[in-house]
Structures are given as C-alpha cells and as structure tokens.
C-alpha cells in the first residue's frame, strides 16, 4: 500500500477514481488499508463503479441466484477484454452479497511494479503463456492446477479464469481443451471427481460495442501472413482503451453449474475426448447465454450483404454502426478486407447462436 501511495501514476488514477477526494486524503486511505478485503471495497469497488458511469450505458448481472454464498466455485469466462471481463464480475458478486474471487493474471502483463502490487493486492495470481519448454510448460501448468484446486478446496475461495489463453478477437468465443486439461492434472486419478470438486460456472460476457473492437481487427489484418508481435506498451494501450472505451450496454449472465451428473456421461470417454467434451459443454452455455446487441444483427446483415435481422435494429442504430465502422478508412490497408474483419468481430456470436 505504501508503494501504491507513493507512486507517480497514483495523482491521475485518485483524480479518475475519486474526483470528489484530495490527493492526500486518497493516499492517506490507501496507506490506512490492512486487508485485500479493505483495499478492494475502499478502492477497486470504486474504480469499476467510475468504469461504469463513464463507459457503460447499462450493465446488468443475472443468474446470481444459482450460487450459493458460502459454496467457492472455478468461474470460466469467455474473454474480451484484457482487464474488464474479471474485473466487472467482482463488483457484481459483491453487490450480490457474494464474496469477490481469485483471478488469474497472464505474465505478460506484469509489465511494471505498480500493476503487479495492484494485481496481487486484488487475489490476482500469475499464469506462465506457453513458450518455454515442454517440461516447463508443464510443471508451471501444474503448479497452476494445483494453486486453483488449492483456493478453492483448502481455501474456500472462488477463482475467475478466462476460457482460453488471451482474448477473443475474432468473436469466435471457445473454450480451449487445454484448460480442462490442466483443472484435471491435479487430480490424474479420477477424472470426474477432478472438476466436479472444482464447482466450474461458465460466465457469459456480452459488450454492445466490443471492447478494442477497431484495435483487434487491425492485430488480425496484420496477422494474416505473418506471425503478429505486439508491440511495447501494446497491452497497457488495450487496458486504457477498454476501460475508456465507450462500452454501451454490457451483460453478464451466470450460466449452470457443471456438475458430476453433467461429466458421468462423459465417463466412457478417453482423457483427451472428455477434456474436448467439457470445454464444449462450457462453449454451449457461454454461447446459449450470449446476448446478442444490435451492432451483432448489423454486422450479419452488412458482412452476408442481407436484410435477414432487419427487425432486430432500428434506422438510428445501423448509422451509428456504420459511422463506427467509416473509422477504419483512416488506415492505409486494404479497405474491403479490414472492414470483413471488423464486421465478423461482432456477426460471429450470431453465427455461433444460430448453429447452437
């Protein structure tokens, strides 16, 4: 906390975060915290409650009623946005007298001290991207698995993962079989009892104007042939664009819990088809759950050169979409082919829900 205080970005976050406080009165309640508890309710409840007011039009929560207070589940989130999708789960479960969770925290993002004390000062835990060696891949896939059963076994906490490694940038939500695969390495010899004790909750996260929405289509256009690598300081830009971003309408639906009646009927099947069988389960719920906005209905018609979902939008809401999309004239590339891109960012949930 003394070093959170102390640091130079802190006068333009307290200014964001709590306008209407001086400086030292910030700095002061930031050094006065004792508990993880006392800094996620004195600050970061703040920090998404601005979040909304200045980003999001709407944001509503539902399905709270399927978790029981005291009872720690693994939520697996489709992913979006780099800090929000876990982030704006918190203040949900606290303002629906559930307690806040772990959250895994990708590696790449430690990217200075500061971000790293506000991560681990919100239960959030790193998580090694695949690139090293086979072996290491592995024991840090392991100690990962076992820090999850961990938490939620011994500790009795939740735990927020995102489906897959990074962001969804082509709207495609799918969970990766990967991740089954590493819940169940701490507990090889029983494959059942293995996610059924981990209380896995799939979460559906739907934003009206996709968060980075023009920056994910650009990362795709480039990546067409050549191998994408981003660039300094790329990940901190996508963090400030989301939470800056105007978001519009933004839901997030609490789907079934997956359980042990759920992955019996999986039982028969070798390890790497009932892995495959789970994320698809969880990519079922997520996707049944989606909501689907206007800007969605939009973009199928304009990228299928149709009128099917005409009804589904209004005169108002197609021009808003289009004038969003006239932004990608100002980048030197082919037009005809970025805009494709741009637009199956958001018809793909449609696609993906009409084939359910």
């Known amino acids: 906390m ?8 802190l006068p333009l976050l307290a200014s964001y975060v709590c306008p209407e406080l001086s400086l030292d009165y910030v700095k002061e309640m930031i050094r006065g915290f004792r508990t993880v508890r006392d800094f996620q309710y ?6 998404n409650d601005q979040i909304i007011n200045n980003s999001i039009s709407k944001f509503t929560f539902e399905g709270a009623e399927k978790l029981q207070k005291h009872t720690p589940y693994l939520f697996v989130s489709n992913h979006r946005d780099i800090m929000l999708d876990a982030s704006l789960l918190q203040n949900a479960l606290v303002d629906s007298g559930l307690d806040t969770t772990h959250i895994t925290f990708g590696a790449n993002l430690m990217m200075n001290p500061l971000v790293v004390d506000i991560g681990k000062s919100n239960k959030m835990f790193r998580v090694e991207r695949p690139g090293g060696g086979i072996k290491d891949f592995y024991k840090s896939s392991l100690h990962l698995s076992n820090y999850i059963r961990y938490v939620i076994r011994e500790e009795s906490e939740s735990v927020w993962i995102a489906q897959r490694n990074g962001r969804t940038k082509d709207g495609n939500d799918q969970t990766d079989q990967g991740i089954i695969k590493m819940f169940c390495m701490s507990k090889p010899d029983n494959k059942i009892e293995a996610l059924s004790e981990l209380n896995i909750v799939p979460i559906s996260v739907s934003y009206e104007w996709e968060s980075c929405d023009i920056l994910k289509a650009l990362e795709l256009y480039a990546s067409q042939n050549v191998k994408y690598i981003k660039k300094p300081g790329e990940d901190l830009n996508s963090i400030l664009t989301g939470i800056l971003q105007p978001k519009g309408r933004v839901h997030f639906q609490v ?3 997956i359980t042990e009646k759920d992955l019996v009927e999986y039982n028969n099947c070798t390890n790497n088809e009932y892995h495959k069988q789970v994320a698809q389960l969880i990519d079922k719920r997520i996707l049944s759950a989606y909501k689907l906005w206007p800007n969605n209905y939009i973009a199928h018609d304009m990228l299928y050169g149709q009128r099917k979902f005409v009804s589904k939008y209004t005169c108002d809401e197609e021009e808003a979409f289009k004038a969003h999309l006239s932004k990608l ?6 037009l005809d082919v970025l805009k494709d ?3 199956g960012i958001y018809a793909t949930p449609v696609s993906n829900k009409l084939s359910l």
Do not use: A, E
């Open 329 to 334: 004239d100002q980048y030197d590339s082919d």
């Open 255 to 257: 789907c079934d819990v």
């Open 42 to 47: 004195g600050i970061m409840h703040k920090v």
């Open 2 to 9: 003394q070093r959170i205080s102390d640091s130079p970005v």
């Open 341 to 343: 891109i741009f637009l």
